[in-house]
């Protein structure tokens, strides 16, 4: 059973990790580059529409593989890079709740209004946020693989 809670949590951080990552150094920049606000703006609202199921499933995917990976190693047992992982995860689930209730909603009603600016506007700040859960991320593996 650890080996599958295991396999769940690795693929749970892979799918939101990866296309964070995705998102901000190869989508973001290409659609900077080819496309204006009013054909941009639309697209990345469908594109985060789909991502932000990934990221939904992905968070409990962690959270229903971790706790009880977690729980095997009751209290000071576990290592601690482990409570390091944990507590960054929590950060950075609750960064994606502050995009997904702030950010996220006005990009979408500046979209459904055609308000470039504002739009462009939110979309930096997602950008900025997910910059942030991608570099948490990555503590987070590092603490766990490097913190024993």
Known sequence: MRNVL????????IFWMGGMAFMVMA?????HARLEPPLRLPLVVEVLRRFFVVVIVSIALLLLSGVPLLLQAPG???????HVMAGLGIVMMLVFGHIWFSPWRRLKLAVAQEAWP????????????????????W????AVLLWR
Request: glycine residues 14%; positive net charge.
């Open 118 to 137: 504002e739009g462009g506007k939110r979309m930096n700040q997602i950008a900025l946020l997910v910059k942030v859960n991608l570099a948490l991320g």
């Open 139 to 142: 503590i987070a593996i590092g």
């Open 76 to 82: 000071a047992r576990a290592p601690a890079g482990w």
């Open 6 to 13: 295991l396999f769940l949590h690795i693929a749970g951080a």
């Open 27 to 31: 989508l973001r920049p290409a659609l």
